[in-house]
């Protein structure tokens, strides 16, 4: 292996962008009448959903399949032996749409809400995590509450959407590579994990949740599996399956696929998804590597904990602030003022399919190297007032271009307006 690659590709994978994106869609689309004043749709299972469009879905997957073929440079075809049969077995629908789709076949998709801080439960039940995702624990442990929905049970959209935009980090996306060590893995066709620690469950996600677009071509030539990121299929798939659904008068799952999808484009806000190490150039990414090969291995070492400091505390920064705000119902809060401020929805534009590219990651990639300066600073120790003060600006600063990407993507997805 080439020196600089064991170094570079054990950066990424190391958190999960942002933290809580119910709250974060919440607070973002609460002021889109498109969203937070739509009529109450109704909890449908999702066997029932796939009994009714079996044909449908089938031909919109096989157009996915041909879509990502023909757009995501290094996509990996998905083998024949996964294509979506609508004549299969009903028992076994949500494991072979899921398969169709290649993300993990055990996402029970059970109908259902992430309750935010200051919500009510609304006497609904509340839905143990197995039944909610495919990981060990949920994200917070003992902090989420998630509320089982019945069939035809009333939820509003807002609710939905909110909710569906944190099951990506739920396990959808773990464990799909050859050496994932699943049996999924071994039929997805996706290959080996590009980067990360494919021993570690939740680093194997981080290919589809985190965008190398951006990177100096040094990076990219020492470490081109670096460039093996997907987001952009799972971007066009969910807002296909959204528009879908809603033409097709399943409005709940239309919802729900919206708010997978919103997932991605937030991911792509987040500056430590959208480079491979804020704030560090390729040069010394490159010199800390050839002294790890040459057995001094102490700077590498302090620079992939470093980077893994910042990413956390980034991280930690922006989910305590928003749940904390929540909590206190404070609408004047800073952070949740951010995610609701539409000054950058204009420039930012439409979203498309240049989007994840060319306007969400390339706006988080122009404010990495800032962000790690701010995390940085503000964490030092005996770090004055002010540093933490300027830390929550650039926090603030990226969760506009959060909230805007959210409703670009969000307002695409809804386009036509579906029936209520
Ligand atoms: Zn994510």
Redesign the pocket.
């Known amino acids: 292996m080439p020196f600089a690659l064991a170094l570079l590709l054990a950066l990424p994978a190391l958190a ?3 933290d809580g ?1 119910a709250a974060l869609t919440w607070a973002a689309l609460s002021g889109e009448p498109a969203v937070a004043a739509a009529a109450p749709t109704v909890a449908e299972p999702v066997e029932a959903f796939l009994a009714a469009e079996g044909e449908g879905l089938a031909a919109l997957l096989e157009a996915e399949e041909a879509w990502a073929r023909a757009h995501v440079p290094r996509y990996p075809p998905r083998p024949e032996a996964l294509r979506f049969d609508p004549r299969g077995d009903p028992a076994t629908a949500r494991v072979r749409f899921l398969e169709a789709l290649r993300v993990n076949p055990a996402l029970p998709l059970t109908p259902h809400v992430q309750e935010l801080p200051g919500q009510a439960g609304g006497g609904r039940p509340e839905l143990a995590w197995p039944s909610v995702g495919t990981l060990p624990t949920p994200p917070h442990p003992g902090r989420l509450v998630f509320r089982a929905l019945r069939a035809g049970e009333p939820v509003p959209p807002l609710e939905v959407v909110a909710s569906a935009s944190d099951e ?2 739920h396990g959808l996306d773990v464990g799909l590579f050859e050496d994932s060590g699943t049996p999924f893995g071994a039929r997805y066709g996706y290959g080996k994990a590009p980067f990360g620690d494919p021993r570690l469950p939740f680093a194997t ?1 981080a290919p589809f ?1 985190m965008g190398f677009f951006h990177e100096a071509r040094l990076l990219t030539l020492l470490a081109p599996a670096l460039a093996r990121t997907f987001p952009e299929v799972r971007l066009h798939a969910f807002a296909s399956l959204a528009r879908f659904a809603f033409a097709r008068g399943h409005a709940y799952w239309g919802w729900r696929f919206l708010g997978f999808g919103l ?2 484009a937030q ?1 792509l806000t987040q500056p430590y ?1 959208a480079t491979v190490s804020p704030g560090t150039s390729a040069l010394e990414l490159a010199a800390v590597s050839a002294l790890d090969a040459a057995g001094v291995h102490g700077p590498r070492q302090r620079r992939l904990e470093r980077l893994s400091d910042l990413h956390l505390a980034l991280e930690a920064e922006q989910g305590e602030g928003v749940w904390r705000a929540l909590a206190a119902g404070d609408g004047a809060d800073p952070l949740l003022a951010a995610l609701r401020d539409r000054s950058r929805d204009a420039a930012l534009g439409p979203y498309d399919d240049a989007a994840p590219r060319a306007r969400l990651s390339a706006v988080a990639n122009g404010k990495a190297a800032r962000t790690a300066a701010a995390l940085e600073a503000a964490l030092a120790p005996g770090a004055p007032p002010a540093r933490r003060a300027a830390l929550e600006a650039v926090l603030a600063d990226l969760l506009r271009d959060c909230g805007a990407a959210t409703r670009s993507y969000a307002r695409a997805a809804l386009e036509p307006r579906p029936a209520s």
């Open positions: 999960r962008a942002w994106h990506p980090d996600q949740h997932h991605y991911d998804h």
